[in-house]
Every structure is written in structure tokens, then in C-alpha cells.
Antibody, heavy 122, light 110 residues
């Protein structure tokens, strides 16, 4: 069965960077786009961007351009999201999510990781 | 890209039907049939309930249905049940090949 397993919770100081991983299993990793979504405590969902696992192409929400980087390592079926210059506003649960259909980019997130809590605090 | 507009809360009694609206623009909701809806219970990851405006993934109850008119999409829950109490988010593909979520709607079963 399809699974997305994310790395564990992180505590970071303001100004630092965090890199969250998302290991996929149960399907052909390169066939599906992976997106990243975050949710601050008590707040709604916020889309950060996507990565084309096949060719490494990316697209980021305008708000995050310049300080988010999405990459992948196809040899270990893992996608990564790195966020730099962290502030307290970046405290949130970060999710990876897989598209419903292979090779499609429509934002239909059928499978989600379990979420990774990133806490930014001095 | 601004978040899509949803009512903050909607409530209904068991067995009733409720509808949640999701308003965007011609560059997102109105321009593409790629609107999806997610249900989220506290402490859980979101669950896909509707995709491509009207389609239900396998395993999602037929009580959930979607529609769209112009720049506004809607999710209707028929025969409301206690387990439907959750937060609901719409999402749309955009002309910038990005995604945008709605602000979310809290559904309360009275």
C-alpha cells in the first residue's frame, strides 16, 4: 500500500534552517508529483510548493520563493523540503502529499505523510 | 495568491444537508475543473473527499458531493452524521501552476 513516512519533530532556533524528509513506498516514486503543505497551530492549510519527482522541477508559492527548497533522491524514494531563515511564524506541522494520478498536476492529494512538527523557538 | 474564501463555520442537525462554499477567481476556481475538498479531524492529516470538482475517491461516502458555478465551488454533505464534524478545506489549481487552499470551514453537528 502507498505510504509516505516523514522524519521526526524538530526544534530550531530563529534564523536556522530545517530539512524535512518524506520517504515513499508502495508505488513508483518517479511517476507522481509530491507537494508540501503546512499548518500552523490552530490555523488552516497552506501550500508551499511541488516537486516533479521525475525531473526534479519545482514550483513554489510566491510567499516562499527564495527561502524554500524542494529536492528528491530517487535512489531512496525520498523527497525533501528545506526551509531557511526560520522565524516563530514557521512553527507548524509540515506535510508531504502525493497527487492522485500519476504524471498529473492537479492538486488532488490522495496520500499524505503523517506530518512533521517544526517548532521555532529561542 | 490569496486564500480562497470559505465560511468560518456551518452547522446542521443529524440527517440534514449542509453546503460549504468556496469562492475564488477566474485564475483558479473559475478557470479550471481542478477543485478538491479535504476533511480534517483534530490531530489528523487531511483526507481527500472530492476531486476534479465532482468526483469522489474510492471509499468516500456518497453523502459527499461537489459542484461548481463560475468562481464558486461547493461541497454538500447530505444526511449529516456525527462523524462528519470536522474542518473542511477546498483547494484549487491556479494559472501559475500552483495550488491555493481555502481558509477552512468548521462543520458542527448539532
Amino acid at each position: 500500500q502507498v505510504q509516505l513516512v516523514q522524519s521526526g519533530a524538530e526544534v530550531k532556533q530563529p534564523g536556522a534552517s530545517v530539512k524535512v524528509s518524506c520517504k515513499a513506498s508502495g508505488y513508483t516514486f518517479s511517476d507522481y508529483y509530491v507537494h508540501w503543505v503546512r499548518q500552523a497551530p490552530g490555523q488552516g492549510l497552506e501550500w508551499l510548493g511541488w516537486i516533479n519527482i521525475n525531473n526534479g522541477g519545482t514550483s513554489y508559492a510566491q510567499k516562499f520563493r527564495g527561502w524554500v527548497t524542494m529536492t528528491r533522491d530517487t535512489s531512496i524514494s525520498t523527497a525533501y523540503m528545506e526551509l531557511s531563515r526560520l522565524t516563530s511564524d514557521d512553527t507548524a506541522v509540515y506535510y508531504c502529499a502525493r497527487e492522485l494520478r500519476g504524471s498529473w498536476l492537479t492538486g488532488d492529494f490522495e496520500y499524505w505523510g503523517q506530518g512533521t512538527l517544526v517548532t521555532v523557538s529561542s | 495568491q490569496s486564500a480562497l474564501t470559505q465560511p468560518a463555520s456551518v452547522s446542521g442537525s443529524p440527517g440534514q444537508s449542509i453546503t460549504i462554499s468556496c469562492t475564488g477567481a477566474s485564475s483558479d476556481v473559475g478557470g479550471y475543473n481542478y477543485v478538491s475538498w479535504y476533511q480534517q479531524h483534530p490531530g489528523k492529516a487531511p483526507k481527500l473527499m472530492i476531486y476534479d470538482v465532482i468526483n469522489r475517491p474510492s471509499g468516500v461516502s456518497g453523502r459527499f458531493s461537489g459542484s461548481k458555478s463560475g468562481n464558486t465551488a461547493s461541497l454538500t454533505i447530505s444526511g449529516l452524521q456525527a462523524e462528519d464534524e470536522a474542518d473542511y478545506y477546498c483547494s484549487s489549481y491556479t494559472s501559475s501552476t500552483t495550488q491555493v487552499f481555502g481558509v477552512g470551514t468548521r462543520v458542527t453537528v448539532l
